[in-house]
């Protein structure tokens, strides 16, 4: 069996679900996962933590927004107090390892070090996560054994669905015959993609393109939306977001553009947490 598709029992009145997650890495994105640690390369991560989430906790209390931050443990290590006040607001916390580390290639032990230290460093922020994001968009072999050990209900990292959420299916992967695929997991995943995230749109990162207008990546995600209202009933989009990619100013701006289209759209923004608890089998 592949995955088990769900779907969200949406609240009266509202047509499609939407969620605007951040992934707060600061410097952690750069170190582990560029290889780059020099002044230059902790600033940027450093603008995310003191310029990008004010202004995106700013904007999310404009239109009474709650969302879903997935914080590495060294950034709540670095920026507790940052950290905390995303608590305060009343948003949610997800895991996102501790120095943004891939799990792809990592062993079992070392995968497993790095989810407990996550867990007990945003324990020091007063967050006990049940959601998980992987740092890089991938997961070992053992990465959904592990979440389940962990008791962690959903994961946003898996690109295997667009607008539904589901229960994937470990899958043994085979080049001399056809994968084949255990039973799904009770784990559910809110399915991630490229196209709906920040990052490689708007984010400049040497030999790598990045620098798109922001109208165009609007473009993207309206068409998307707009796709979703009209043709996927009970559906979720989901879109992926960095302090330090969308809390530049012509990055913010279209963010609220796009906040009010799918406001007038009757999009329900909301958590995970809470989308979770409508999500149907
Ligand atoms: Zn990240």
Not at 85 to 110: C, F, K, M, Q, S
Not at 195 to 218: C, N
Not at 225 to 238: A, E, R, T, V
Request: hydrophobic content about 35%; some cysteine.
């Amino acid at each position: 069996m592949i995955q088990k598709t769900g779907k969200i029992n949406l609240p009266e009145g509202k047509k499609i679900a939407l969620t605007l997650t951040f992934d707060f890495d600061s410097a952690s994105v750069w170190m582990e996962s560029f290889g780059k640690s020099s002044p230059i390369y902790v600033s940027r991560g450093e603008y995310g933590a003191v310029v990008g989430v004010p202004r995106i906790l700013d904007l999310l209390h404009k239109y009474n927004l709650k969302t879903t931050f997935f914080i590495p443990g060294h950034t709540a290590d670095t920026y507790p107090e940052v950290c905390k006040e995303i608590v305060a607001r009343g948003h949610e916390v997800g895991h996102h390892g501790y120095v943004h580390e891939d799990p792809t290639d990592l062993t079992l032990e070392v995968e497993d070090a790095i989810l407990q230290r996550g867990f007990e460093t945003l324990d020091k922020i007063g967050v006990k996560p049940i959601g998980y994001r992987s740092p890089g968009f991938d997961f070992s072999p053992n990465t959904l054994m592990l979440l389940e050990k962990y008791g962690i209900k959903y994961d946003s990292s898996l690109m295997g669905n667009d607008f539904y959420p589901y229960c994937p299916a470990p899958c043994h992967v085979n080049f001399d015959k056809g994968n084949t695929f255990d039973k799904p997991s009770s784990l559910v995943e809110m399915p991630c993609s490229w196209f709906l995230d920040d990052w490689p749109h708007a984010e400049f990162v040497m030999t790598r393109a990045g620098m798109k207008p922001q109208s165009e990546i609007y473009e993207i995600w309206k068409t998307t939306f707009d796709y979703g209202i009209k043709n996927m009933p009970n559906s979720l989009l989901n879109v992926a977001l960095h302090p330090q990619v969308s809390g530049r100013a012509h990055m913010i701006t279209m963010l609220e553009e796009f906040i009010n289209h799918a406001l007038e759209n009757d999009a329900w923004i909301a958590p995970f947490e809470e989308i979770l608890e409508r999500v149907e089998f």
